[in-house]
């Protein structure tokens, strides 16, 4: 996972990460807002022009990728594969401890709040995987593959993890 840019620890498979604003370095999401404020799913909320620039080049960078399931993507070639990328997020305890208590729920309007919270979940995937295609210095990914896993003794918490093989298409 590689090692924080700030504290200069490793980033363990667990720990929740970010990437500086140009998508060069990461950051344990706890170092990632001493330096750059808190942030949400579409970015930091740092306010700055130049930053505010940076962010709309990598949302546009990122919107430009071909993200897929399958492992052609039509009237495309492949050029180069530039290896597997994976992205990763937590989604708390205090989301999905209720989901095991209260089974009887899950048709009632509670699923509604985990749907919403998967979907969530899965657009940040989904922007943490672009980050790393774009890294890799691909502009499109295939056979895009999601796993969910739980963490924790109780297993309440759950890991999402999403990956691919990042490629250059021409
Ligand atoms: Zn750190």
Known sequence: ?????????????????DYSPDGKYRFHSVCYKKIYGDYNVKGSTIKGKKFEQEQKDFESAISKIVFTTGFTIENKKIIEYKGIVSSEIVLGVNIFKDIVADVSDIFGGRIKGY?????????LLIAKLGKEVLEAGGNAVLGINLNVGTVGIKSNSILLMMTGTAIVIK
């Open 1 to 17: 996972m590689g090692i924080c840019h700030k504290c200069r620890k490793k980033i363990g498979l667990m720990d929740s990460f």
């Open 115 to 123: 749907e919403r919270e998967l979907k969530k979940g899965k657009s």
